[in-house]
């Protein structure tokens, strides 16, 4: 994945700075207004070392509208209930449609997608922070590289020697497919992440998501091939024995990915690894 930023100063609707997202300048994007506004306050921070504070603005309400397009409006209108002019919010979003995981953040409280969090489903005030596990880069934005780099570091994917054409895959049957099919759905959000009491930002434990791809990919006949360095790392600082299975990954999982089956799934296969080592030494 490679997140965008949405600044509405970097210039006009659809273009300029980091390939950001629309923001609408118009009513063509929106139905007409009701009269009726929302109240948003935002967990304000200029850059990752920067203090915190909050900003409350109104946003004219419209049916069916979702937090992003009260972010987008408040960018493009960057004033707060009091009357006063301020920066436009930053916040990462990409496909608008619960697939990138990209704009996940705090939304009253709860960790979860701001593409999909309607307003007409949420309390007012409309409170929107950042997620707390990761480092904030400004405002809801937040850098979320450990995440992709403990994907790497237990390599999850299938690997492949080439570009050149290898013919067929190897046959996977209907009952495997339907096991891992849905341990694929995982969008990267971070939600998992982000309720885990055990993932801090002081420690190296990879979490729920990363531990659930290390099932996925050791199941696929061809990615099992690096099913033991996988294991590896799966027993090291960091690893699936630092899960206390408390489950709250599980009930926060926009994908509702069986994760504790994943759990204990991989703790299962990382004991059968170690006493394998141990008698191979
Ligand atoms: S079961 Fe609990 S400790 Fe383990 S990954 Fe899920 S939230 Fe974290
Ligand atoms: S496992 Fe679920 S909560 Fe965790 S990153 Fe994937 S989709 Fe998000
Ligand atoms: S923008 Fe992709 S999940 Fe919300």
Redesign the pocket.
Known sequence: MNPTVTDATAGSPGGGGNGAATVPTGSAAMPTSTGRNVTIRIRRQDGPDKPGRWEEFNVPYRPNMNVISCLQYIAATPVTTDGRQTSPPVWDSGCLEEVC?ACTMLINGKVRQSCSALVDKLEEPITLEPMTKFPVVRDLFVDRTRFFEDLKRVKAWVPIDGTYDLGPGPAVSQEKNDERYPLS?????????EACPQYTPANRFVG??VI?QVRLFNEHPTGAALKGERLEVMMGEGGVTDCAKAGN?VE????E?P?LESIASVQRQATVHAIKRFFNR
């Open positions: 995981g759905r995982c969008i990267t959000c971070g939600c998992c992440l729920a998501a659930s990954c926060v999982c926009p994908k990915i994760l």
